[in-house]
């Protein structure tokens, strides 16, 4: 019931910057919290950030200092990606949980940093 769609992944050398970006459309009255996370090839899916309704965020440990996650409006969030490591490379995909403990993943985007 809720849609989510996530842009602005690419190439990127060491050093750089990408933002992305996901919007939620459908039932999006009852979603709390929204977040990034990340997959890279032969590795779990992490957590990256996430914030909820409140604007009160998480980050893992790697990414602090270095990404930003906001909301642009009620039904956008952003990733801004700092200082990108080879290491950030991976799919990164958008989520949405709601009081129902329903749970919505995006398509994913592709973030890779190399020189």
């Known amino acids: 019931q809720v849609q989510l769609v996530e842009s602005g992944g690419g190439l990127v050398q060491p050093g750089g910057s990408l933002r992305l970006s996901c919007a939620a459309s459908g039932s999006v009255d009852s979603i709390y919290a929204m977040g990034w996370y990340r997959r890279a090839p032969g590795k779990q899916r992490d957590m990256v950030a996430t914030?909820?309704?409140?604007?009160?965020t998480n980050y893992i440990n790697s990414v602090k200092g270095r990404f930003t996650i906001s909301r642009d409006n009620t039904n956008t969030v952003s990733l801004q990606m700092n200082s990108l490591k080879p290491e950030d490379t991976a799919v990164y995909y958008c989520?949405?949980?709601?009081?129902?403990?329903?749970?919505?993943w995006g398509q994913g985007t592709q973030v890779t940093v190399s020189s």
């Open positions: 989520n949405a949980k709601k009081w129902t403990l329903n749970e919505y």
């Open positions: 914030i909820n309704k409140s604007g009160t």
